[in-house]
């Protein structure tokens, strides 16, 4: 087979098979099926004359000159699709959707005010909001998703992003809590029955951090992998939980909020690829996302 006739299309499947590790996963994402991406992944071993992936165990392997093509085709990708973007942009006319990977900090500061803009400025625009969890470099790399907010930091070549804001972590508890009555200082927090939030996976909240530095640990009495429940787990108890200021100020008139020893300031930074970085929409929606955290 001549190497000229491969196109983007067949490249595009060689970089989500390579890049999810398997042919059924890229079949899953491209919406086709495993015999599709099979024979596509046939014809460029052919083209290139070189298996791109051997076995190896249960998985599969990309090869050394697979790797290359997947590098320097990728940049022709990402090229390609922002030559291809359509130069004017029209909010109003916009007709098309955007995938955002974030979590519960993100849906409850960020995408409730980018929704009501879009609602009035870009109806045609749709978002999609996906978990991100600690996955969410590894979705925008791959294109499961178009932009990645979060507090994380991408030092790798082929990112793009920006500071949105910065935030810090409180304390909030039932507004009859004993502990409302006085600042809290180390001692008290630390004794303090405490609901914690672990989000799940390998994360792990700044605060947590900050305390296993000064050799302290939380009065840990219950465990929730997200903080969305907390008005409800908290009232009418003791307990005391820890989260960002701008989601306890979510929480409403509910909680109580104090000043916790362990601020652990933090960063929220907003990530996309070189696949987007130029195409009018993105940038338009890109200042969107930046105007909300400015006013948040």
């Not at 298996?51 to 090229?79: H, K, Y």
């Not at 787990?233 to 960002?244: C, F, N, R, Y």
Request: charged share 20%.
């Amino acid at each position: 087979m001549d190497a000229y006739s491969v196109d983007f299309a067949a490249l595009r499947v060689l970089r989500l098979v390579h890049a999810h590790g398997s042919f059924t996963r890229a079949a899953e994402t491209l919406g086709t099926t495993q015999s599709a991406v099979s024979y596509t992944i046939d014809r460029l071993r052919r083209a290139f004359g070189d298996p791109l992936f051997v076995r190896q165990g249960a998985g599969i392997v990309a090869t050394d000159r697979c790797n290359e093509i997947v590098e320097e085709s990728g940049r022709m990708l990402d090229r390609f699709a922002a030559l291809s973007a359509p130069r004017g942009f029209d909010p109003a006319r916009a007709d098309a959707a955007v995938t955002v990977s974030c979590n519960h900090y993100e849906r409850v500061t960020v995408v409730p005010w980018l929704m009501r803009r879009l609602r009035r400025d870009a109806p045609g625009l749709r978002l999609h909001i996906i978990s991100s969890t600690v996955r969410g470099k590894e979705q925008l790399s791959r294109g499961e998703s178009d932009l990645l907010i979060g507090p994380i930091r991408i030092e790798e070549s082929g990112f793009f992003g920006r500071r949105l804001m910065d935030d810090h972590y409180v304390c909030v508890m039932d507004p009859d809590n004993p502990l409302t009555r006085a600042p809290l200082d180390t001692g008290r927090f630390v004794a303090a029955p405490q609901a914690v939030v672990t989000y799940g996976g390998n994360w792990r909240s700044a605060y947590l951090l900050e305390m296993e530095r000064a050799g302290v640990a939380p009065n840990m009495v219950a465990e929730v992998p997200s903080p969305a429940n907390l008005p409800q787990l908290l009232a009418g108890t003791d307990l005391i939980a820890t989260v960002p200021a701008r989601v306890a100020q979510a929480f409403g008139p509910g909680l109580t909020i104090r000043d916790c020893p362990f601020p652990a300031p933090f960063g929220i930074d907003l990530y996309w690829t070189g696949r987007t970085h130029h195409a009018p929409m993105h940038k338009w929606l890109r200042g969107l996302i930046a105007q909300a955290a400015a006013e948040l």
